[in-house]
């Protein structure tokens, strides 16, 4: 079984910078892509940023973040970052990593704990 582990959230003023980093353990060979969401108070979680570990590594993006976000992998480190620039208080949330996994024909997902991203203006 897999699992992840997020860090890297804080506070942070408007305009500057974070990197979120998720650490995968257990068996991450059983991982095919991993995804950064974010859910604010009153809001559903939302994707913001997608990289397929397999697969020539395909990222996908929030419209929302495109440009800003930039989401990368480090395969011997078992680990997937989020790089955020230029950050809005729109920006504010805890934001989760989640392993979609598959191991033979079983599937499964895996979330982690969260990380709190808070953007003052």
């Known amino acids: 079984q897999v699992q992840v582990v997020e860090s890297g959230g804080g506070l942070v003023q408007a305009g500057g910078s974070l990197r979120l980093s998720c650490a995968a353990s257990?068996?991450?060979?059983?991982?095919?892509?991993v995804g950064w969401y974010r859910q604010a108070p009153g809001n559903q979680r939302e994707l913001v940023a997608e990289?397929?570990?397999?697969?020539?590594?395909?990222?996908n993006y929030a419209d929302s973040v495109k440009g800003r976000f930039t989401i990368s992998r480090d395969n011997a480190k078992n680990t997937v970052y989020l790089q955020m620039n230029s950050l809005k208080p729109e920006d504010t949330a805890v934001y989760y990593c989640?392993?979609?996994?598959?191991?033979?024909?079983?599937?499964?997902?895996?979330w982690g704990q969260g990380t709190q991203v808070t953007v003052s203006s």
């Open positions: 990289i397929r570990i397999t697969k020539g590594g395909t990222t």
């Open positions: 257990g068996n991450p060979f059983d991982i095919n892509t």
């Open positions: 989640k392993a979609e996994c598959s191991r033979w024909v079983h599937t499964y997902d895996v």
